[in-house]
């Protein structure tokens, strides 16, 4: 499967942003879809993930309440909805398709996209 994210950009603090990643090659359905970001200097870390079985989601900490994930399968798209953007939200931004209940960490993905950056300023 082929992951293609878009969406990132420059915003001020307490913007939105909207990431999409469209999959290609296999449906859509059958992936959990996580995000994950990296900043410069730091380890990738997990944002959230959207489940391939009955559609749950779970968010880290960071951004839970501002950050928002969904699928559109007929779209074989994913989303992340980013609210009240902080600057330490800033990051290159991946999507990730994966199978296994390991959600929280990239092992559990084998399949990602290229990033998009994002970047928040004060």
């Known amino acids: 499967v082929q992951l293609q994210a878009s969406g990132g950009g420059l915003v001020q603090a307490g913007d939105s942003l909207r990431l999409s990643c469209v999959t290609s090659?296999?449906?859509?359905?059958?992936?959990?879809m996580g995000w994950f970001r990296q900043a410069p200097g730091k380890d990738r870390e997990f944002v959230a993930v959207?489940?391939?079985?009955?559609?749950?989601?779970y968010y880290a900490d960071s951004v839970k309440g501002r950050f928002t994930i969904s699928r559109d399968n007929a779209r074989n798209t994913v989303y992340l909805q980013m609210n009240n953007l902080k600057p330490e939200d800033t990051a290159v931004y991946y999507c990730?398709?994966?199978?296994?209940?390991?959600?929280?960490?990239?092992?559990?993905?084998?399949?990602w996209g290229q990033g998009t950056l994002v970047t928040v300023s004060s």
């Open positions: 959207v489940t391939r079985s009955g559609g749950r989601t």
């Open positions: 990730a398709a994966g199978y296994s209940g390991d959600y929280y960490s990239a092992r559990g993905y084998p399949y």
């Open positions: 090659g296999r449906t859509l359905s059958n992936y959990n």
